[in-house]
């Protein structure tokens, strides 16, 4: 039975919401982007804090996957993990990475360029102990990005920590868990305008300034 399909060729939207001038932007673009991320919690845009985080395996192959914002430091963007899943090891390998988010609702999209490292333990520790008590048990069960047999393997597990610490609401954080930060190098905002002509501007580290640029759509 043939699948029937839209013309995916024709879909298209116009933008029209907003402008973006060099006028208009902060010399940090951290502070920037925290301008935008609060223009964007004030939109209720969904999944604010979820971006697409970008690493590149050591066969040069790149892998995305989506994840959540955690926290905007002075000198970068945090999120928490698995060290031992597929993203942890290509970055323990490869620190290079990028970042995109994209909040259709301001028709606005940045994209971010730059290198990772692991937080503190501290910060780890806070965090995981932040999180909601069934969260806690899944980073302890789940061996991300293993291979499994089925899901009862995770059931079980599940099951089996959940009594264990059924009494204690202190769980301790797993070794192979926690933070990293994205220290970007370039950072650009884009907004969407009519006929596709987009405005785009660009923070491009040099030294321990940054040089703000357009470039073309």
């Known amino acids: 039975m043939a699948i029937q399909n839209k013309d995916i060729a024709a879909i298209r ?3 029209s919401l907003g402008k973006l001038s060099e006028d208009s932007m902060l010399s940090n673009p951290i502070e920037q ?13 969904l999944e604010v804090n979820a971006f697409v985080l970008a690493t590149v395996s ?9 994840l959540l914002l955690k ?16 993203k942890g090891k290509e970055i323990e390998e490869n620190p290079k990475v990028s970042a995109l988010f ?3 609702e301001l028709q606005r999209q940045v994209r971010i360029q730059g290198f990772v490292e692991r937080l503190p333990a501290a910060d780890s520790d806070a965090y995981f102990q932040s999180r909601p008590k069934g969260s806690r048990i899944g980073a302890l069960a789940s061996p991300q990005s293993q291979e499994i047999i089925n899901r009862t393997v995770l059931e079980h597990a599940v099951e089996q ?3 264990q610490y059924q009494d204690e609401e202190h769980i301790p954080r797993p070794a192979h868990w926690g933070g990293y930060i994205i220290h ?15 405005d785009r501007i660009v923070y491009k580290k040099v030294a321990d300034s940054w040089k703000i640029v357009r470039i073309a759509p």
């Open 71 to 86: 926290d905007i430091q002075p000198d970068g963007f945090s999120f928490f993990t698995n060290y031992s899943s597929r």
């Open 102 to 104: 994209f909040w259709p």
């Open 33 to 45: 982007f925290q301008n935008w991320f609060n223009e964007a919690l004030n939109a209720e845009v």
């Open 184 to 198: 970007p190098l370039s950072i650009e905002f884009w907004q969407g305008r009519s006929s596709r002509l987009h």
């Open 161 to 163: 920590l959940t009594a």
């Open 58 to 66: 050591p066969e040069g192959m790149p892998s995305s996957r989506i």
């Open 13 to 15: 939207a116009d933008y």
